[in-house]
């Protein structure tokens, strides 16, 4: 991914490595892009709209998940949020000036330097303008995007090695109805969920978007803002959608997480307007309910990949075990546990070479002086017992196909297993030389 969080999260863990205080980067970031998503609702359809689209993206579990993750999709989403706020005022408002011009420049380098695929969100106002047959509006637009894309090119120059490997493995399948239809519960509510929670969530979520989409079909000859936000709501999975048959992974809901914010938006218009009707108040009662579903789910989950690191890493650093080397079947569980403690003395086999899992670029690998081990046995050889680190869903999926884990059952075949703990979906295995 291009630079631009992990560069200016480097200055801010430079104030405190304190993981809540990392995070709060990310909140932070999602505050500016909560506060630009309610004016730009505001503007489009007044203050009623503006604080009911503030109330849909406070309870959004995709929005709360991506305000407390370490990635760049908050920022990502501020820039491109920006750059359309700019737009709207600039072209909408009829408000040329230059320091809007700039900060719509701008917002779009951020978002441009914050995702790979930023740039599919930004074309949605070049659509909406040649809609409307807007040409001189369309060729300012056209310029200002050429003064990004001039911004881009230093990064620019590297995307053909870095499609090319992303095409070579990646973990994303190509998308079908399964994808899509987790794509618009994610829109309402958080997963994975459990148990009755699942069903229930799934059927309020396409009630909810079969409302949305109903209403949005009756006010079909409507041609104010609310055809620059159904662009940038549908187009852009669907874009994504189709590119993801050409090329991968491009179809990730977190990818297009700007379209759930303007489906929350015109949600919050549809609430407004159909409130004395009654549907208003079945879509408002409908997203609070699927967030009271999902979010206690949210904060207590505890696997992959919010395993329980921390006390994995306390387990291994009682008295007892702090000298014991720690092999880990992947990177997975390396570098998580690696933050909590860098100075163990531990080590992470590789990833097939071409396989959906191998995803750690050889650049990225130079950069951090931190590189997987091909041959474990060499490492271990010499060890008198050492632990290794293993996902139970790994270990699992192997089972389900009728066989082993082939390092497990190498290590058991070949040491003696002197403990197994699990802490959470962990599994610690103990081994020792034979005697």
Known sequence: MPPLYYFL???????????????????????????????????????????????????????????????????????QLGYYWFFYRIFEEKQDKAGFWVGLVLSGVVAMYSHALAGFGLIWGNVYLLWKKRWEDQIQIIKAQLVIGLFYLPWAFLLPGQI????????????????????????????PLKGALLPIAAVFSAQLFFVVLWELWKDRSDRSAIMLLNLILFGLPILLFVISYFMQPVFVTRVFILSSVMYSIVAARIIVLRWKRGIGAFLLGGFLVTAAISLPSFYTYAEFPRSPFRQAVEYLNLPQNRD???????????????????????????????????TLALVSQQAMGIYPIEDYSRIIREKERFFFVVFRKAVQEFSERGFKHPVLEALSSQYIQLSHTQIGDLDIYEFGNRP
């Open 9 to 79: 999260l480097h200055f801010w863990q430079g104030l405190n490595d304190n993981l809540v205080f990392l995070r709060l980067f990310s909140v932070g970031l999602s505050i500016i892009g909560w506060f630009i998503a309610v004016d730009l609702a505001r503007r489009m359809f007044g203050w009623r709209t503006g604080i009911t689209a503030g109330i849909l993206l406070a309870i959004s579990p995709l929005q709360i998940y991506h305000s407390q993750d370490l990635r760049m999709y908050a920022l990502m989403l501020a820039g």
């Open 164 to 191: 090319a490997k992303v095409q070579r493995a990646f973990w994303t399948p190509r998308p079908g109805i399964v994808e899509i239809f987790q794509a618009v519960i994610l829109f309402h509510a958080n997963l």
């Open 324 to 358: 014991v080397f720690i092999l880990h079947d992947n990177k997975l569980s390396y570098f998580p546990m690696r933050f909590y403690d860098e100075n163990h003395d531990a080590a992470f086999l590789a990833d097939e070479p071409g396989s959906p899992n191998d």
